[in-house]
């Protein structure tokens, strides 16, 4: 029925060498018998590739040679679990090239799960560090960290990352046969990151081995193979669940009437509101009876809005334009983020309120509107003359905004568009060119920032300087830059993180006000 090991060095156990011990041990067909778990040596493994079975812990002390420590400590929200001590495992994640382009932070973003991240990666990253984009800015940061995590050890063996994970670059050759070498034969990149991750699962079994891509085909293929896949989702923001900064409430006259005669009027505990956040105050007994104010900075009280009936020519037709132009006048709130629809007036309430503060208020230097270089379908090309000249294609809705506001102001002094172009007090860039920039005492605006990603949004608000102010507008659904999506863009990123801060606002207006065809286009198509 089996073996005896006391003095036999080595031999074939199933599809593997175990080790001596120095104690009798009875192996039937794999199966280790007395209490006592031989681990496989990895010189020896048909694969020539580490490995380690599947169990929870040596009782004789014995460490495992592989990819990575047993489990010491676990995810909370860890789905799986270990068959003995019933505690969640940690799960190995095999990280794809998009993902650190996308993210240089991912690397942190596991918990105390293993990272591990194919040599194939390195390989792609390097051919992207030398480019002028955002992308290869990227590149380099990651380059950067695994060079500075390199001094703390052996990236091979796996270093611990300070969040309580590890880090590990792994390079594996395929075995003779199975799903790994059939995936490594077609030489793709892609196939030899599946190849390398199918690797892990087959040596690791006793720990979950997830594919994280943002490669929608690639996360095909892992299904395909029995692999887990998943997309890169901590930036991510579920459009459903995103803030919408606006609420109703009802209240008794007595308490409506004591908003307008006090300025103020607390609100029913139970429910957190944040800051700036605004209120369509709805009367008990008469539906009809509405007030619109507005959370103040401390979260605690309802505070009235200010008159914002002709701004610039412009008078508010819905309640969420009068919110949004109660933001923009708002001196203490220093970034306001519009969202809507096409036509519902996001632009053009934001350049009315610069205007105002900027050439009659004088609150700012000058009102500068920027927006990002993405086009809608294929790419015009080369295209000659100055940089102002370059530009113009991009910056035309601009334009186009200005003009009606000029329109609705003909005959006043210091008003029409292109004179205020021409003088410096409206200032159209790109924002390709920000980047090291100290923007102070202006009027910023940001449109088309749905097509943003994360860091490029970060990047954008750190340029902001003392006293200025800066509105980003976007619609979701009008994504046109191909590496984010409705999830992913950094415009619904920085609403979500600045819900809660006081110098923030947020209105998500619902209205479209451009055209009966426009609204109806933007329903039903």
């Known amino acids: 029925m089996g073996t005896t090991l006391r003095h036999a060095r080595r031999q074939r156990v199933s599809d593997g060498f175990f080790s001596y011990r120095h104690r009798k041990v009875t192996a039937i067909h794999g199966l280790f018998l007395d209490g006592v778990r031989i681990h496989l040596e990895p010189s020896l493994c048909r694969t020539h590739q580490p490995c380690v079975l599947d169990s929870a812990s040596d009782p004789i002390g014995a460490k495992a040679k592989g990819l990575a420590k047993a489990p010491r400590k676990s995810r909370g929200n860890a789905a799986s679990t270990g068959p003995e001590s019933g505690k969640p495992r940690i799960k190995n994640y095999v990280l794809d090239t998009n993902v650190l382009l996308h993210d240089p932070n991912a690397l942190l973003n596991f918990q105390d799960n293993n990272v591990l991240i194919p040599i194939e990666v390195l390989e792609e990253v390097d051919k992207f560090k030398r480019e002028t984009s955002e992308r290869g800015q990227n590149a380099r940061t990651v380059s950067r960290r695994l060079d500075a995590l390199r001094r703390e050890g052996n990236l091979n063996k796996g270093v611990a990352l300070a969040n309580g994970g590890r880090l590990q670059i792994i390079f594996l050759s395929p075995p003779k046969e199975g799903p790994a070498r059939d ?192 086009s809608m379908g294929k790419e015009l090309g080369f295209l000659p003359g100055s940089l102002d000249e370059k530009l113009s294609p991009w910056m035309q809705p601009i334009h186009d905004a200005l003009e009606m506001l000029g329109d609705l102001n003909m005959g006043h002094e210091h008003r029409r568009a292109a004179d205020m172009l021409r003088s410096g007090t409206i200032v159209v860039e790109a924002l390709s060119y920000i980047r090291g920039r100290s923007i102070a005492h202006q009027f910023m605006i940001v449109d088309e920032s749905q097509n943003l990603t994360p860091l490029e949004a970060k990047t954008i608000l750190t340029r902001v300087g003392h006293g200025t102010k800066i509105i980003l507008t976007g619609d979701p659904y009008q994504i046109d830059n191909p590496y984010v999506d409705v999830a992913s863009n950094g415009f619904n990123y920085i609403i979500s993180r600045f819900k809660e801060q006081a110098l923030s606002a947020h209105v998500e207006l619902q209205q479209g006000e451009r055209s009966d065809l426009a609204e109806l286009a933007a329903n039903i198509l």
């Open 183 to 374: 995936v490594m034969a077609t030489g793709s990149m892609d196939n030899r990151i599946l190849a390398q991750a199918l690797c892990i699962q087959t040596h690791q079994r006793s720990r979950p081995t997830i594919l994280v891509t943002k490669d929608i085909n690639l996360r095909l293929k892992a299904d395909v193979y029995g692999l887990a896949a998943e997309d890169y989702e901590t930036d991510q923001v579920n459009l459903k669940d995103l803030y919408t900064g606006m609420f109703e409430l009802t209240m008794p006259a007595a308490a409506i009437a004591g908003l307008k005669f006090n300025g103020e009027v607390a609100l029913p505990t139970g429910r957190v509101r944040f800051p700036n956040e605004y209120c369509t105050l709805i009367e008990e007994g008469n539906l009809k009876r509405t007030v619109l104010c507005k959370v103040d900075a401390t979260g605690t009280k309802l505070i009235p809005l200010q008159d914002c009936q002709n701004v610039w020519g412009i008078r508010p037709k819905n309640r969420e334009q009068h919110f949004a132009l109660d933001a923009l006048l708002d001196e203490r709130v220093k970034l306001v983020t519009l969202m809507g629809k096409a036509g519902t007036g996001k632009t053009l309430l934001a350049l009315a309120a610069g205007l105002k503060r900027t050439v009659n208020d004088r609150e700012f230097r000058r009102l500068v509107v920027a927006r990002p270089t993405v």
